[in-house]
């Protein structure tokens, strides 16, 4: 494997707390603090001069869609979206057909993920079916190599069966990602309850409906020691809960997604189905707490939930449209505009809530350029303006809600295992 010389970039390592000038060194698929001289003649010099260098970024929620519904996204395809916006690491959801509750299933998604741009990690069901009944095989599915157990796109609604199923994935050391939401209280719901559904005419769908299940899992966490992460939180109080458990010591974690930080239900006052998604987009106060949420450690990490659908399946009357849109090309630049020109982060925490932490949720060997760690490396240019064509992109399907948008803050090169996998919009 050709050593790579990486030279003149803005290195931000958040692992590492390196921010600055400087070069990272890549030899045998690994970071290296240097080259010998003999790897020195033969590396390959890229030259980052005005971008910045950082650790591959890490989405521990996306949905490939295979096997079965291969017409929406393939593990290929998924992870040439994930290459083009610069994640070197992805989760993937088991709400595939089959759902993914058996070893055999887990064993399907590992083989076609040795083919894929990118490092794929699969989760296994929570319960049978993903039909909330029965608990899965949870210590097969370990055996099988998920990294997480989550039932997501659905939500246990039975307390008593959740701490059991949070109590036996425990046994195995595995972490529970919920889908946080009561199912009573959004039946034939499309968009956030408020004003704006009234307005619109559509049937509402209350925050609460995810705040009782935020706050039950919390509880159970308290009681059980197990971790739970809650998934895309999309409201303040959530946050609120959150903000309080981790204060407490309780073992839970969440994370927000680049859409509930950019968007609000006002948007969807064109009846364009590529704003419906679930949770909804909620309120303006909501979007101003999760920010805060993230500024302050209430929510650990930022998460696409890359959800493909087809054209046809997308451009139908709002209430039958399926929720969900693709994230991983935009998601970058959505998250530098949003956090840190328009809220002052700094750049390096933005990098961290995509990276080592993200990471740190299901404890990935991902997220950092220290000598030794994998050398999965992202570089972008912040200040790249470009237009976002999501019928040419790189995922199946194009149903996003920057589909025509002008961006800025480009990826220009992802490297995987020390391979150039991806550079100036093209997969290699």
């Avoid at 599915?141 to 609604?157: S, W």
């Avoid at 409906?209 to 935020?214: L, P, R, W």
């Avoid at 706050?215 to 739970?228: C, E, F, K, Q």
Wanted: hydrophobic letters at 40%; charged letters at 20%; proline letters at 5%.
């Amino acid at each position: 494997m050709t050593p790579l010389w990486i030279e003149n970039g803005r290195v931000i390592d958040p692992a590492t707390k390196r921010d600055g000038p400087g070069d990272v060194f890549v030899a045998d698929g690994v970071i290296v603090a240097r080259l010998t001289g003999a790897q020195k003649k033969r590396a390959k010099k890229i030259d980052a001069r005005g971008l910045v260098v950082c650790p591959g970024l890490v989405d521990i929620h996306v949905h490939f869609r295979e096997p079965g519904q291969t017409h929406k996204e393939t593990i290929l395809t998924g992870s040439h979206a994930a290459a083009a916006g610069g994640f070197t690491t992805v989760v993937c959801m088991p709400n595939t057909s089959p759902v993914a509750d058996h070893p055999g299933t887990i064993e399907l998604i590992n083989a076609a993920a040795k083919n894929a741009a990118v490092r794929v990690y699969p989760t296994g069901c929570i319960t049978v079916g993903m039909k909330g009944a029965q608990l899965a095989p949870h210590g097969s599915l370990k055996k099988a190599g998920v990294v997480a157990l989550t039932d997501d796109g659905l939500c246990i609604q039975s307390n008593e069966l959740m701490r059991r199923a949070v109590e036996y994935a425990k046994m195995f050391d595995l972490p529970i990602l919920d889908h946080c939401q009561d199912d009573s209280l959004t039946k034939d719901a499309v968009m956030n309850e408020g004003t704006v559904s009234t307005r619109l005419g559509l049937k509402g769908w209350p925050h609460a409906a995810e705040d009782i299940i935020v706050a039950r899992n919390i509880i159970l966490s308290a009681y059980t020691g197990a971790h739970i992460h809650m998934q895309h939180v999309s409201s303040a109080y959530s946050v609120e809960l959150m903000r309080r458990a981790k204060k407490d010591g309780v073992n839970v974690t969440a994370e927000a997604t680049p859409h509930h930080l950019a968007l609000t239900d006002e948007s969807l006052g064109t009846y364009d189905p590529n704003f419906k998604m679930n949770p909804p987009l909620r309120t303006e106060a909501d979007r101003r707490a999760i920010i805060a949420g993230l500024r302050n450690g209430s929510l650990d990490c930022i998460g696409t939930d890359h959800a493909p659908h087809t054209p046809t399946e997308k451009d139908r009357e709002f209430d039958y449209a399926p929720n969900g849109i693709t994230g991983l090309e935009t998601a970058l630049a959505v998250c530098l505009d949003v956090l840190v020109r328009q809220n002052k982060f700094k750049l390096s925490r933005v990098i961290d809530l995509l990276t080592r932490r993200a990471a740190a949720v299901l404890r990935l060997p991902a997220g950092s350029l220290a000598p030794g760690a994998n050398a999965d490396v992202c570089l972008f240019d912040p200040e790249a303006k470009w237009t976002y064509d999501a019928k040419k992109g790189f995922s199946k399907s194009s149903n996003s809600p920057w589909h025509g948008q002008q961006l800025t803050g480009r990826v220009q090169t992802t490297i995987v295992g020390g391979r150039i996998v991806y550079r100036a919009g093209r997969i290699l």
